[in-house]
């Protein structure tokens, strides 16, 4: 340029114009980048409120309906015992409910019982009411409506009981059923309300937010404010109360009258039982934290606008900023440790940097603007066919999508590299997609350390079944030594015989043990397969119980069996089956009470048949039950009794690889009982 054009071009420069147009042209770049900044962060912080509020409310509802069930199936299993059914059928009705007197104090969510017929005419309860209240008719509340409806059992409202003292409470109602199944009567426990609201103790937020339920009519409990045991309090002309209770959910914001103010309410029906749970929050305090952020944003974004004002006179310096950044950004580009490919919507190559070029052997000259599928042979390593899926969907639904398993590239001395990764789409300024990036990487390394993984693995669950079995050996010679010293026990002091009967108890659990291992490593092998055949099951138990009988007479068990004539064959293995009914009747015997018994019934259901062995012992916690089929599980009520824990491991493989299943059901203080289907010949 020459002196007097740069002295022109120069003068230029200082005019207000000038000086106006590049104010304005870094300026408001930056204020229209921080005005949408602005409101995708609000949008943000304002989905992140109103996404994380309805977990609280969706755990809530969980658990209401898991306290729900949970009453629903005490109810049914006091109905279900024969001795109350029968006195009911009989119309013993003081007698029936005596045999439920325990239950307050076993449970003590449950606050008072009564039996109703079917007119809904109070007959028995307990605690006992003053005055009286035997012979009135409840038939107009709503539980006797919800049981009576379709004679199922049923969760009422929120009502007051009519019992004395008078609480605020919420009944379930179970139908009675006599021999023939028809109704007989109503078993009712009522639960207070404070009972229902310690349920949510755990799940309450912080005031001011807080929880509160709704019941199917919309009366409320846990307002803060209303006393649980004062007059119940109705909202079911609360637009939100009726959406719950429509089976709705969502996040809503809205304005209530009580309190003048705004509120953030995050409402889940309870599935079943037509309750809903609400969260509700003062929409200011919610969304507090979002405008500090909003505010702090704006600051930020004020000090930038006028940075830009002195950025307008270092513009030479901030193009020369920009070139350094496409520099650094290709410096980048090139440093990635994967191939980076990118594609037009032609399948045209607009990127391919360095480690695509060492990966396929073709440079960024001979590929650029040219056909991907020239360049970049992606295939199936099974069959040698093209393998380009993954590309074709991430631009077609505009995500990314990961290469197959076992894909192998084509390079350009024609070697096959097994190669891994991804697509990814890449979109326009209308949204649209316009192309796609290819990522892939050399995954050589990665497969041979998974096969030695796998051959380490392999390895070392040979050399855990080998030592396991080399164990058995010596076990078996201490066994053998102490059995040849106990025929000669009577010159041994007492001191040494007690000693050795320790050894002897321990060298038998090892023994038992190894055997185990042995036959868990036996039986959950895949390969491992049981020669099945037609056989009658009721030959097996009898075996089994004559094998077990002395066992059973030291704590004074009986045995009771089923009717099992006409039983059809079972296709099964003889000694499986004995295996495990060795284990499920061994334990019935262990777990059971001095002078108990343990009941095997016989059923035919479809094309299996099911036995079952039903004890009087113990019973196993509910949480218990879930795991009682794993490996080395012991429940907490087995502290007192050996084992190690792998009986009915054992047994579920067995049953399972003969084509059967096995169930359990408990209740503690009452029994077991294991159900073992198999499957027909």
Not at 309 to 328: D, H, K, M, N, P
Not at 338 to 349: C, E, K, L, S
Not at 505 to 526: C, F, H, W, Y
Request: glycine share 8%; net charge neutral.
């Amino acid at each position: 340029m020459s002196k007097l054009n740069f002295s022109r071009f120069f003068r230029n420069l200082n005019r207000p114009l000038v000086y106006s147009a590049l104010f304005l042209g870094l300026v408001f770049p930056i204020a229209l980048i921080g005005l949408f900044s602005f409101r995708s962060t609000k949008k943000a912080l304002t989905e992140e409120v109103l996404d994380r509020r309805p977990t609280v409310s969706i755990l809530a509802a969980a658990v209401v309906k898991t306290r729900f069930d949970g009453l629903v199936e005490l109810g049914t299993s006091f109905v279900e015992r024969p001795d109350f059914r029968q006195l009911v059928a009989e119309g013993k009705w003081a007698e029936a409910i005596n045999r439920l007197e325990d239950v307050t104090k076993e449970y003590p969510q449950v606050d008072r019982l009564f039996v109703t017929d079917l007119d809904g005419v109070i007959r028995s309860d307990f605690p006992a009411a003053t005055p009286s209240v035997i012979g009135e008719s409840r038939s107009g509340k709503d539980w006797y409506k919800g049981v009576s409806r379709e004679w199922q059992p049923y969760v009422s409202e929120i009502y007051q009981s009519g019992a004395q003292p008078k609480y605020n409470v919420v009944g379930v109602a179970v139908p009675i059923r006599g021999a023939n199944q028809r109704p007989t009567g109503v078993l009712v426990i009522q639960v207070k309300l404070e009972t229902v609201l310690e349920w949510l103790k755990k799940m309450q937020p912080n005031q001011p937010a807080f929880i509160y339920l709704v019941d199917q009519h919309g009366n409320v409990l846990g307002l803060p404010g209303y006393r649980l045991q004062d007059n119940i309090v109705n909202l079911l002309t609360d637009p939100i109360v009726q959406k719950v209770l429509r089976g709705e959910r969502g996040m809503e914001q809205s304005y209530n009258q009580a309190d003048k103010e705004d509120r953030l309410s995050a409402f889940e029906p309870v599935p079943v039982y037509g309750w809903g749970v609400i969260m509700a929050e003062p929409a200011d305090i919610a969304f507090s934290e979002v405008d500090r952020q909003l505010g702090v944003q704006l600051a930020i974004f004020g000090a930038l606008a006028l940075g830009g004002c002195l950025v307008a006179i270092t513009v030479l310096f901030l193009l020369s900023g920009l070139f350094r950044y496409r520099q650094e950004e290709k410096v980048i580009m090139e440093s990635i440790g994967d191939g980076v490919v990118a594609i037009d919507r032609q399948w045209n190559i607009t990127l391919w940097n360095k480690v695509a070029t060492r990966l396929t052997g073709w440079s960024e000259a001979e590929v650029m603007g040219r056909p991907l599928r020239q360049f970049a042979k992606f295939m199936r390593e099974s069959d040698g066919s093209e393998n380009v899926v993954f590309i074709e969907e991430a631009m077609l639904r505009g995500e990314t999508k990961t290469m197959e398993n076992h894909s192998v590239l084509v390079t350009k001395d024609g070697r096959r590299v097994p190669v891994g990764d991804s697509a990814a789409p890449v979109f326009d300024q209308a949204g649209l997609v316009s192309g796609a990036v290819i990522i892939f990487r050399d995954v050589s390394t990665e497969r041979e350390l998974a096969e030695r993984e796998k051959a380490m693995i392999k390895l070392k669950e040979d050399f855990l079944f080998k030592t396991v079995h080399d164990l058995r050996s010596p076990s078996s010679i201490i066994k053998m030594a102490i059995d040849s010293c106990d025929k000669s026990a009577a010159g041994l002091g007492p001191q040494a015989v007690k000693s050795l009967g320790y050894v002897k108890v321990a060298n038998d659990r090892i023994l038992k043990l190894i055997s185990s291992l042995l036959k868990i490593g036996q039986e959950t092998n895949p390969q491992f397969l049981l020669e099945c055949q037609p056989m009658a099951i009721r030959g097996v138990l009898e075996d089994v119980v004559a094998e077990l009988a002395p066992k059973a007479t030291a704590k004074r068990v009986t045995f009771e069996h089923g009717e099992a004539s006409g039983l059809p064959e079972i296709s099964g293995n003889q000694d499986a089956l004995k295996e495990v009914f060795v284990n499920l009747l061994d334990n019935a015997i262990k777990y059971n009470k001095e002078g108990g018994q343990v009941k095997i019934g016989y059923e035919v259901v479809g094309r299996t048949v099911r036995v079952s062995v039903e004890d009087t012992g113990r019973g196993i916690p509910l949480e218990a039950v879930g795991k009682l089929f794993t490996a080395y599980f012991r429940a907490d009520i087995s502290k007192d009794i050996e084992g190690s824990g792998l009986g009915l491991y054992i047994v579920k493989n067995l049953v399972e690889k003969m084509g059967g299943s096995v169930a359990v059901k408990s209740t503690v203080g009452q029994g077991t009982r294991f159900t073992v289907s198999l499957p027909i010949a």
